[in-house]
């Protein structure tokens, strides 16, 4: 049998990352927070602090080409959601600019929905369409990321019907000010507000006005 080899021990593994290195990254105690700026609350889980080994692994997904890597997390990520919170009937992942998939040859959120969806046996859509470039969020006010991000989420026209009264569950690989989450948020609730989001990391800048723990 061809056994890959683990993105950070190195030792064969059957995915591209071994339950041991999983094993390691060590879940929130709190994993749920709500999203209030939105037009109902809307709950947001991070499976784990944005430090290593996770960071190191997202970096990569992100920036290496590490494809496999993506859908591997997804499928754990899509054992824990299973084994603690409501099934969604559809996955939506959080889109990049056209040209920066293009560029990147891939959307890192759209594997981890993959490697998710497979355990959770439902389908990803590509529901939601990124109309414009964003700078980095960090660095601006939140007030400034309003400004940044009007529009740049749009509906994909051809699942509008498809998502009616939908439970969403919206993907994306890390959290950081929550500010991009809650334009997307936004944007399906014309669609149906059964609405959960889910990333694989959360950062600590999470924006306390945004961010409420339960
Ligand atoms: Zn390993």
Request: charged letters at 20%.
């Amino acid at each position: 049998m061809w056994l890959r080899r683990c993105h950070l021990c190195q030792r064969p593994a059957a995915e591209a990352l071994c339950l041991t290195c999983w094993g390691q990254i060590v879940p929130l105690a709190e994993p749920q927070h709500v999203l209030r700026h939105t037009p109902w609350p809307h709950v947001h889980l991070a499976y784990a602090a944005y430090e290593p080994p996770l960071k190191t692994l997202l970096l990569d997904l992100k920036y290496r080409q590490a494809r496999v890597l993506g859908l591997t997390l997804g499928r754990y990520l899509g054992q824990w959601y299973r084994a603690h919170w409501p099934l969604p009937d559809v996955l939506v992942p959080v889109p990049l600019h056209p040209q920066r998939q293009r560029e990147r040859g891939y959307n890192q959120a759209e594997l981890l929905a993959r490697g998710l969806a497979e355990v959770l046996d439902r389908p990803v859509l590509r529901a939601l369409q990124r109309q414009k470039h964003t700078p980095p969020l960090y660095t601006l006010s939140p007030e400034e990321r309003q400004q940044v991000l009007q529009g740049v989420f749009a509906l994909n026209p051809r699942w509008q019907r498809r998502l009616a009264q939908q439970r969403i569950l919206l993907v994306d690989d890390i959290l950081t000010t929550g500010a991009t989450l809650l334009q997307a948020a936004t944007i399906l609730a014309d669609c149906s507000q059964k609405l959960i989001s889910l990333s694989a990391a959360r950062a600590l800048i999470a924006d306390p006005l945004i961010f409420n723990r339960i």
